[in-house]
């Protein structure tokens, strides 16, 4: 078995739910950091979704604030599972999501 520490995504958010990491197949993923970074000079607000299921909804991430995220820490993905994000605004918020890739 395998334990590959991955950086799963690092980009910036749209305003709309998209895609930015899905799990490959026959692995599981867990999750170790979530941090949504807003940039711009206002408030903005972001979501998190895991599968069917919203993590953070709306979260208003105040300018320059890095919000770190718990409540995904520590959570393991089966294959083939997807973490969708959207920002309240076009390109403000940077999501950066880490994790670990186990291969069984």
Do not use: W
């Not at 979530?34 to 300018?63: E, H, P, Q, W």
């Amino acid at each position: 078995m395998q334990r590959l520490p991955k950086n799963l995504t690092n980009t910036l958010l749209t305003n709309a739910l998209v895609t930015y990491y899905t799990v490959p197949t026959n692995t599981i993923t867990t999750i170790s950091a979530c941090t949504f970074t807003n940039i711009t000079a206002g408030a903005v607000t972001a979501k998190i979704t895991i599968g069917a299921l919203i993590y953070l909804s709306d979260r208003v991430i105040s300018a320059g604030e890095s919000y770190i995220f718990g409540g995904v820490i520590g959570h393991s993905m089966a294959a083939g599972t997807v973490v969708q994000a959207s920002a309240g605004a076009l390109t403000s918020i940077n999501l950066l999501l880490s994790g670990y890739e186990t291969n069984p």
